[in-house]
């Protein structure tokens, strides 16, 4: 199955958004839990959905086993919606909200009518002084069923079990509550996560060229910073890679080589757990910064090696240097060199024997991605004059940040289109 990798953009429409959720319910995933696709089936947890994801907490619920989410509608968000806590105690927040244990409706009938404590992501963030972050789930006679924070105020009214949502069985389980859940430790003002130094995160080890060949690249450098904290994917080829690759790179023009920089970054977060369980194509920053043209590699998996394939050569991911939502960084063993700029190999380019199914779209690419790179009017071209044109780097860049804005949202408009003619 080909599966293309959301693009994430970094200024979006409003009205985007709710096609957003819509658009994540039909997104294809991991192993079949995905919190987005689930809450994203019902317009009533749109706000509900839209903080999951803007907290990251999406991430790692889906990363989780046994697991149950108490989510709320929109008209009950109470202060969590308004501008009201800053992005980091909304995460707090939202953890108390996600228990450690599996909880269908079921299992809560059939609770005792005592108190039992439940632990939640928020015990696990480290935030949690004592029981803060445990809730206690408590049976009522006549069948009511209510959570309150295990240490809550007297004042504190319990919010109440409405509905299940979707569960699998001892695996997960979605329930709808009548309001957020309130806590003092949870509403607590967090300070912000320190900046990243993208420089020191690949210096440290693996990276330490690459972060070089970065520093002097003051255009990639700024459109690679300015996307990790939303949300980047970066594979940084190995010291050897980049000093067997440094000859051809010293060829390109200035253009190219900020091009191929970026053709390193993907402008998504992709975790370890996500490469190694899917197979699809990666959109980097190349394609959606300073080109129109396609930019992509195919990722693929095999015995726990992921490989990524260029069409003119593939790399495999050596090792992690950093997999923390919104940012991923894995080194790679080879330089990756894009089919725009470099011949793909010469056996793509022969008759192939009939491949089979999911290859032939791939063959087809390769034909015709060849010829591009053969095309002597290619502006970027590796072996072409090094002056660089300024004057094509600007029109590229007035023309390709609408046209992708346009794109991406009639794709998640369809998206939609589709999610609601399933829902019906
Ligand atoms: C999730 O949040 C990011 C910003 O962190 C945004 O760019 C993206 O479009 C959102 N996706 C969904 C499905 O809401
Ligand atoms: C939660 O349950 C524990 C005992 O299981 C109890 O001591 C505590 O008071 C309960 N908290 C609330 C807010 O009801
Ligand atoms: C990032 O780290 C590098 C290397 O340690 C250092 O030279 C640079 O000044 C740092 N940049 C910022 C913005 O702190
Ligand atoms: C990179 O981005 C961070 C924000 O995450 C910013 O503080 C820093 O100044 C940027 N570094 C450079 C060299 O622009
Ligand atoms: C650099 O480009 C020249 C032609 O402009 C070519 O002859 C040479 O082989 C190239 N060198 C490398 C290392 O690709």
Redesign the pocket.
């Known amino acids: 199955m080909e599966l293309l990798l959301r693009r994430r953009r970094q200024a979006l429409p409003a009205v985007a958004v709710l096609l957003l959720c819509l658009a994540a319910a039909t997104a294809p995933t991991v192993q079949g839990f995905d919190i987005l696709q689930i809450l994203g089936k019902h317009d009533e947890f749109s706000q509900f959905c839209k903080l999951l994801n803007e907290t990251h907490l999406a991430g790692d619920i889906n990363r989780d086993r046994t697991i149950t989410v108490l989510a709320v509608a929109n008209g009950d968000m109470g202060q969590l919606t308004g501008g009201h806590y800053s992005l980091g105690t909304i995460r707090h927040i939202l953890e108390l909200h996600v228990v450690a244990d599996y909880y269908d409706e079921k299992k809560l009938k059939q609770l005792s009518h005592?108190?039992?404590?439940a632990s939640t992501l928020f015990q696990r963030s480290g935030f949690a002084p004592g029981m803060a972050g445990y809730v206690?789930i408590t049976q009522h006679r006549g069948g009511k069923v209510t959570f309150?924070?295990?240490?809550?105020a007297d004042s504190?009214k319990p919010v109440t079990f409405v509905k299940q949502i979707e569960s699998h069985r001892y695996d997960y389980s979605v329930l709808q509550v009548s309001s957020v859940l309130s806590s003092p430790e949870a509403e607590a003002p967090v300070a912000p996560p320190a900046p990243i130094n993208l420089t020191e995160v690949l210096s440290k080890k693996y990276c330490k060229s690459f972060a070089g060949l970065l520093a002097a690249d003051a255009k990639a450098f700024d459109i690679i910073n300015g996307t990790k904290d939303t949300a980047l994917t970066l594979f940084c080829p190995v010291d050897a890679a980049v000093a067997a690759f440094m000859p051809k790179f010293k060829n390109l023009t200035a253009k190219a080589k900020t091009a191929i920089l970026l053709y390193h970054a993907a402008p998504d977060y992709y975790s370890m757990q996500f490469l190694k369980s899917n197979k699809g194509k990666l959109t980097t920053l190349a394609s959606t910064s300073v080109s129109k043209k396609d930019y992509t590699y195919e990722a693929s998996s095999e015995a726990d090696t992921v490989t990524l394939d260029t069409t003119v050569g593939t790399s495999d991911i050596q090792a992690t240097v950093r997999d923390d939502d919104p940012l991923a960084v894995y080194a790679v063993t080879k330089f990756l060199q894009p089919k725009e700029l470099f011949k793909a190999k010469a056996t793509d380019l022969a008759p192939a024997p009939a491949p089979e199914g999911p290859k032939k779209k791939k063959t087809k690419k390769k034909g015709s991605s060849a010829d591009a790179a053969a095309s002597p009017s290619d502006d970027e071209s590796a072996d072409g004059p090094a002056a660089d044109s300024s004057s094509d780097d600007a029109a590229d860049k007035a023309g390709a940040a609408p046209a992708v804005i346009t794109r991406w949202v009639a794709v998640a408009a369809t998206m939609a289109a589709t999610a609601l003619a399933l829902a019906a």
């Open positions: 005592a108190a039992t404590a206690n309150i924070v295990d240490d809550a504190v």
